[in-house]
């Protein structure tokens, strides 16, 4: 094998090598990767199965009920036009109040989006881009069946 031959195969070396490294680094950031859903776009299916996301919206009057083991909460996230019923383990943030908009992080499991964390908006203004959106989209749908 002569000089040529072996810088050649390290070139090829390095190519494979900084290959696989940008494949690996890309894989762990697709795993971490979470989008956001709203319930409209839950109801109508475009939302992953068996994958973690993000839903927002408020959560509906009077769906909150604590279960008799003192840390499991079911409620229902809204956009006005769908619900999804949401369940969580754990304690809830101070904020979190029906009427309010909520953000939770989970999977959706045979109907249910079983939440592994809830964020609730941390004053009267402010409601994640991303909510604010999927509420104006479900009421303009809601005014548009109406006319």
Not at 10 to 16: N, R, S, T, Y
Not at 24 to 29: C, E, P, R, S
Not at 31 to 53: C, D, I, K, M, Y
Request: glycine letters at 10%; a neutral charge; zero cysteines.
């Amino acid at each position: 094998m002569n000089s040529l031959q072996k810088k050649i195969g390290l070139v090829i070396g390095g190519i494979a090598i900084a290959g696989a490294a940008t494949a690996l680094v890309l894989n762990a950031f697709q795993e971490n990767l979470v989008f956001f859903f709203s319930p409209s776009q839950v109801a109508t299916n475009e939302a992953p199965h068996g994958r973690a996301f993000r839903i927002g919206g408020f959560v509906k009057e009077g769906s909150v009920q604590r279960q008799k083991d003192g840390i499991t909460v079911m409620f229902e996230v809204t956009d006005t036009a769908h619900e999804v019923p949401v369940a969580y383990k754990g304690s809830l943030p101070d904020l979190f109040k029906e009427g309010k908009g909520v953000v939770a992080q989970g999977k959706l499991e045979h109907g249910v989006f079983v939440a592994d964390q809830v964020l609730a908006k941390h004053d009267e203004n402010y409601m994640p881009p991303e909510a604010e959106k999927a509420v104006k989209d479900a009421h303009a749908k809601a005014r548009a069946k109406h006319i």
